[in-house]
């Protein structure tokens, strides 16, 4: 589903699911959403039991969730939720404290679209919610996009351009870090945002090289600089290594493009964020 159809099919009947064991929690995350779409209809559930009362009464079309919930877990909520009777793909969304580990040990299962660490505040799971709902572009960001492949390159920056954003698109890590250390000593206009990386590159450098060099060698954090990863291996070692290296999120292959470009309108947002945050 198109970030278009997802956005057409929210503003038809805006049905959000919130689950969590927490009232105080889910009153949070409700009057949230309600303020930044003040027609949705939210649907609070304690647990399991109550939510999958409520998807029999109809479909949904956001789900948030957490990891812990009093009669079960949001893992196998966002399994029931796929295979509710007469729901179509929505987006599940873990809302945790406990996501890093998570990510590292790819403990989340093919069930789960997107996760959220609660460390990160409300007005940043306010952002990324509305990502998903009413995405809206980030003027003036520049994404460093380093892929080999020219035909996946340009399929990949024509669904970049499409929300706004400028890519600089090069083939190797080596042009990557040529134009990073060009920028630290000032020696261009251009202010790189973000970093996107296929793990699999041409050349002795890879994408974790990419990651080690931003972090170690530029020194720059994962809110000064993001780096996303694209990877087709589904190895959890290798996953677990890239995000362990600094990596702030892996975006699977075959790329998904609604997927794709909420994260990548998340990680600049959240970068804007912690910069306008006084020092």
Do not use: W
């Not at 057409?8 to 959403?33: C, E, N, Q, T, Y």
């Not at 998570?102 to 093919?110: D, K």
């Not at 699999?200 to 954090?221: A, S």
Request: glycine share 8%; hydrophobic share 40%.
């Amino acid at each position: 589903m198109s970030t278009h159809e997802l956005r057409h099919l929210i503003s038809d009947a805006p049905r959000v699911m919130v689950v969590d064991g927490s009232k105080l929690v889910r009153r949070l995350i409700s009057d949230m959403l309600q303020r930044e779409l003040p027609d949705v209809e939210v649907v609070g559930c304690a647990g399991v039991e109550e939510a999958q009362s409520a998807l029999a009464t109809g479909p949904v079309h956001l789900v948030t969730t957490s990891l812990a919930l009093p009669d079960g877990d949001g893992l196998a909520l966002a399994r029931s939720v796929r295979q509710a009777a007469g729901q179509t793909y929505v987006p599940v969304i873990v809302v945790s404290g406990d996501t890093q580990r998570h990510l590292e040990q790819r403990r989340f299962n093919e069930y789960v679209t997107d996760y959220f660490d609660k460390a990160l505040g409300p007005g940043a799971l306010a952002t990324f919610i509305r990502g998903y709902v009413q995405p809206e572009p980030v003027p003036g960001a520049t994404v460093l996009y380093v892929e080999d492949s020219r035909v996946v390159a340009e399929a990949t920056k024509r669904i970049l351009e499409r929300h706004g954003l400028h890519v600089v698109h090069v083939l190797t890590a080596e042009d990557a870090f040529s134009l990073l250390t060009a920028e630290s000593l000032g020696r261009t206009e251009r202010r790189i945002d973000l970093v996107l990386t296929d793990v699999t590159l041409k050349g002795e450098l890879n994408g974790r090289d990419v990651i080690e060099r931003v972090r170690i060698d530029f020194g720059y954090g994962k809110h000064h600089l993001p780096v996303l990863v694209m990877t087709g291996d589904s190895n959890p070692h290798n996953q677990s290594a890239l995000l362990q290296a600094g990596a702030n999120d892996l975006v699977q292959k075959p790329i998904e493009e609604r997927l794709l470009v909420t994260k990548v309108l998340f990680q600049l947002r959240l970068t804007r964020l912690a910069q306008a945050e006084p020092q």
